[in-house]
């Protein structure tokens, strides 16, 4: 599957566009758009795909998405049951960036930033911590009270220091035929992680053969085929064990594990607890 173009809009009286998203699930939707992406989710937990880039994030995930970087983010059961996942979106050009340093040199460090996220970049947990309650704030002030809290937030982005490049490569508003295959097999895995995985299918439903396939996934995830649907099955796994009172054997079956042994070596191996305790965690 390409990636969508997403239109976006600025309201207008406005010089950059907020989203307040709240959603029962945040759906696979893969797409682009020329405007940055500055991104914070909250009372979810899932999947992050951002280029080539592939994690699971928390409850708290910040991420600035560059130009024309393909992105989606998705999950299918919020933390808390009782309210629906949030994703507080903001959307800005590098013409408005270029023209606020351009009147007050003191914000430099903002073209600094959006040069850094061309590539998309995940925010450290300390520095998203910090900025959550300006971010959160958004939606409940006006639009030119609005402009100094985001001010705030972007400064603070842009000094840290441990955030995370994500994508290996920067995007060009073109989308390249390796960007599109690989889209295809991200959305068939996404859609069909529970299932047993054919890599002679998935590399048919690439055009490629086996071998290429498993060069191209390697290349373009850092990981094998197995060990990215492994991830995604965790993932899966993760939240039933939060979300609902099912058996340990029955999570395991229904993402995707026949032998329940099998299950909890991985579960061990990828989160460094036994499923048990790790719901535990959650039901104290």
């Given at each position: 599957?390409?990636?969508?173009?997403?239109?976006?809009t600025?309201?207008?009286?406005a010089?950059?566009?907020?989203?307040?998203?709240?959603?029962?699930?945040?759906?696979?939707?893969?797409?682009?758009?020329?405007?940055?992406?500055?991104?914070?989710t909250?009372?979810?937990?899932?999947?992050?795909?951002?280029?080539?880039?592939?994690?699971?994030?928390?409850?708290?995930?910040?991420?600035?998405v560059?130009?024309?970087?393909?992105?989606t983010?998705?999950?299918?059961?919020?933390?808390?049951?009782?309210?629906?996942?949030?994703?507080?979106?903001?959307?800005?050009?590098?013409?408005?960036?270029?023209?606020?340093?351009?009147?007050?040199?003191?914000l430099?460090?903002?073209?600094?930033?959006?040069s850094?996220?061309?590539q998309?970049?995940?925010?450290?947990p300390?520095?998203?911590?910090r900025?959550?309650?300006?971010?959160?704030?958004?939606?409940?002030?006006?639009?030119?009270?609005?402009i100094?809290?985001?001010?705030?937030?972007l400064?603070?982005l842009?000094?840290?220091?441990?955030a995370q490049?994500?994508?290996?490569?920067?995007?060009?508003?073109?989308?390249?035929?390796?960007?599109?295959?690989?889209a295809?097999?991200?959305?068939?895995?996404?859609?069909?992680?529970?299932?047993?995985?054919?890599?002679?299918?998935?590399?048919?439903?690439?055009?490629?053969s086996?071998?290429?396939?498993?060069r191209?996934?390697?290349r373009?995830?850092?990981?094998t085929?197995?060990?990215?649907?492994?991830?995604?099955?965790?993932?899966?796994?993760?939240q039933?064990?939060?979300?609902t009172?099912?058996?340990?054997?029955?999570?395991?079956?229904?993402?995707?594990?026949n032998?329940?042994?099998?299950?909890?070596r991985q579960?061990?191996a990828?989160?460094?607890?036994?499923?048990?305790?790790?719901?535990?965690?959650?039901?104290r």
């Amino acid at each position: 599957m390409r990636p969508q173009f997403e239109h976006v809009t600025v309201p207008g009286g406005a010089s950059w566009a907020l989203l307040w998203r709240e959603l029962p699930v945040l759906p696979f939707e893969w797409h682009y758009h020329p405007e940055y992406e500055l991104t914070f989710t909250v009372n979810a937990r899932g999947q992050r795909y951002v280029g080539d880039h592939f994690a699971d994030f928390d409850d708290g995930d910040l991420v600035l998405v560059g130009p024309n970087l393909p992105h989606t983010w998705s999950s299918n059961t919020p933390l808390d049951g009782s309210r629906p996942m949030l994703a507080v979106v903001v959307w800005f050009t590098r013409a408005w960036v270029d023209k606020l340093v351009d009147g007050m040199p003191e914000l430099q460090p903002l073209r600094l930033l959006a040069s850094h996220a061309a590539q998309g970049l995940a925010f450290s947990p300390a520095v998203a911590a910090r900025v959550r309650p300006l971010l959160l704030s958004l939606n409940e002030l006006s639009a030119a009270r609005r402009i100094p809290v985001l001010l705030d937030a972007l400064l603070q982005l842009s000094a840290d220091s441990h955030a995370q490049t994500l994508a290996a490569l920067a995007a060009t508003p073109a989308q390249d035929s390796s960007r599109d295959r690989l889209a295809r097999i991200l959305e068939r895995l996404h859609s069909h992680f529970a299932e047993p995985l054919s890599v002679a299918a998935l590399a048919g439903h690439a055009a490629l053969s086996v071998g290429a396939f498993h060069r191209f996934f390697k290349r373009h995830t850092g990981k094998t085929v197995l060990e990215y649907q492994a991830q995604l099955r965790i993932g899966h796994a993760c939240q039933l064990l939060i979300q609902t009172a099912k058996p340990v054997g029955v999570i395991a079956s229904e993402a995707g594990w026949n032998n329940l042994a099998h299950f909890n070596r991985q579960f061990l191996a990828a989160k460094g607890i036994t499923p048990k305790a790790f719901r535990a965690q959650y039901t104290r």
